[in-house]
């Protein structure tokens, strides 16, 4: 979870302003949360509430999609800002990578693959109904559960390459995909560029660094990359200090609530 509000934050001054690099600094004045945190932190406080709500999940998504959205203005897309100020509740078909982006505390919340696959196609479901929308949400739900219960990278692989084995090839590295790679605000534009990123990554800081590196949506690109990213590797807690003081106060504590209710016991079993 936080590895994606990490990712964000980071990439949040380059998403219009790609740099093909990974020298650059991580914190600047200029860097703040946007619509990824915001969402993200919205699907943890659904999780939380559901726990003591008789309202089915899906409710509790759309309520807090809904309520955090307007609370909170950012760069929304087109489609999800039209959905956002109307009185409507159904989904709009988007295939979008929103649903990738905010899914990962599913990911923690689930108790088996079975589980997270659920919790993340009503997570995306409730906006994002486009089958790609759906998919990106739960290659992404996935590849985290897979990383926080011990799997190995070629396992994680794999399961990659049954969403996206059109991708998944010997040509697809980031050394290639950098040379043309541009915005896309696709899940099947984003998410298989975002799951090679973690794949060849280093450590956490590595992986934001390289997903920045490679262009396109980038602070999108660093939260879905980053949140694996956490969940393999974890994050060294001066990253982790840093982030949380571009955070509204409401933010750090559903953050904090969450670890503590799920995240932090994920890790114990």
């Not at 307007?70 to 760069?75: D, E, R």
């Not at 089958?131 to 992404?140: D, L, N, Q, S």
Request: charged residues 25%.
């Amino acid at each position: 979870m936080l590895g994606a509000i990490i990712g964000d934050i980071v990439g949040s001054i380059y998403e219009f302003n790609n740099i093909k690099t990974t020298d650059f600094e991580l914190f600047t004045d200029y860097n703040e949360y946007t619509d990824d945190s915001i969402l993200t932190i919205a699907t943890a406080k659904s999780l939380l509430e559901s726990e003591t709500s008789d309202f089915p999940i899906q409710e509790l998504f759309t309520k807090n999609y809904k309520k955090y959205g307007l609370l909170y203005p950012s760069s929304y897309g087109n489609r999800f800002s039209d959905w956002l100020f109307s009185s409507s509740t159904l989904p709009y078909g988007s295939n979008g990578n929103g649903s990738a982006m905010r899914v990962s505390p599913v990911a923690w919340y689930g108790n088996s693959l079975e589980e997270v696959k659920a919790l993340a196609e009503k997570s995306a479901g409730v906006t994002h109904t486009h089958p790609e929308g759906i998919k990106g949400a739960v290659a992404t739900a996935e590849c985290i559960y897979l990383a926080r219960t011990g799997h190995s990278k070629a396992e994680i692989l794999e399961v990659a390459k049954e969403f996206y084995p059109d991708d998944f090839t010997d040509d697809f590295t980031l050394d290639n995909i950098r040379e043309t790679y541009s915005f896309d605000g696709t899940c099947q534009g984003t998410v298989p560029q975002a799951i090679e990123v973690f794949l060849e990554s280093n450590d956490y800081e590595d992986t934001i660094r390289k997903a920045i590196s490679i262009g396109g949506d980038s602070d999108t690109l660093a939260a879905i990359a980053g949140s694996i990213a956490e969940a393999y590797y974890g994050i060294p807690k001066e990253l982790v200090d840093e982030a949380l003081t571009y955070l509204e106060p409401e933010f750090i504590e559903t953050i904090e609530e969450f670890y503590n209710k799920v995240i932090n016991k994920s890790k114990q079993k």
